[in-house]
């Protein structure tokens, strides 16, 4: 059985400021993991992913995202915010012996202020 | 990676009326499609799973004879929405997998009147 747990359904942040949402999981084998963001009305874009390797992990805008087992955490982090960020992030795990099957966290609503 | 088009990005439909949605996959030869389920504000909920040439597995709670599945060739799996009622109406996404990588259509807002 595997779970996310996302702390915070809503973050706001200043443009600029850090971008920290957090990201908890449980997962009876070696997780995978990953971060999503998504727009209003579109699908999912993959932010970035962990699947066993490098546990500090660089995404596309910025973003990067640790993995630290001892802590069964995955945060997402960026250091300087934009304007753009504003969206729906969404956490999730996969296992490769689960049919690669996605179970997502509830979703952190990020806005960036000026 | 893969590319995934999902089709129609929205539609409209009266009550007892049934509407499909068509998740194609345009570079990738797909055994396996996922359709989830998303309510405004909320994350997203798995349906089922599209298996190319067999029945869909459905998860629990999820009724198999209102959300008909048909994955009839590689890059093409259906989500029918039998007898549609305004309960029905949300925001619908398949998806599928290339590697340990998941790959979204852009997602179908079904709203039932």
């Known amino acids: 059985a595997q779970s996310v747990t996302q702390l915070g359904s809503h973050v706001s942040v200043s443009e600029g400021a850090l971008v920290l949402l957090r990201c908890n999981y449980s997962s009876s084998v070696p997780p995978y993991l990953f971060w999503y963001v998504q727009y209003p009305n579109q699908g999912l874009q993959l932010l970035l992913k962990y699947t066993s390797a490098a546990t500090l992990v660089k995404g596309i805008n910025g973003f990067e995202a640790e993995f630290k087992k001892s802590e069964t955490s995955f945060h997402l982090t960026k250091p300087s915010a934009h304007m753009s960020d504003a969206a729906e992030y969404f956490c999730?795990?996969?296992?490769?012996?689960?049919?690669?099957?996605?179970?997502f966290g509830t979703g952190t609503q990020l806005k960036v202020e000026l | 990676g893969a590319v995934v088009s999902q089709h129609p990005s929205w539609v409209i439909c009266k009550s007892g009326t049934s509407v499909k949605i068509e998740c194609r996959s345009l570079d990738f030869q797909a055994t396996t499609m996922f359709w989830y389920r998303q309510f405004p504000k909320q994350s997203l909920m798995l349906m089922a799973t599209s298996n190319e040439g067999s029945k869909a597995t459905y998860e629990q709670g999820v009724e198999k004879d209102k959300f008909l599945i048909n994955h009839a060739s590689l890059t093409l799996s259906t989500l029918t929405v039998t007898s549609a009622h305004p309960e029905d109406s949300s925001f619908y996404i398949c998806s599928l997998n290339r590697g340990a990588e998941a790959f979204f259509g852009q997602g179908t807002r079904l709203t039932v009147v």
């Open positions: 999730a795990v996969s296992s490769a012996g689960g049919g690669n099957k996605l179970t």
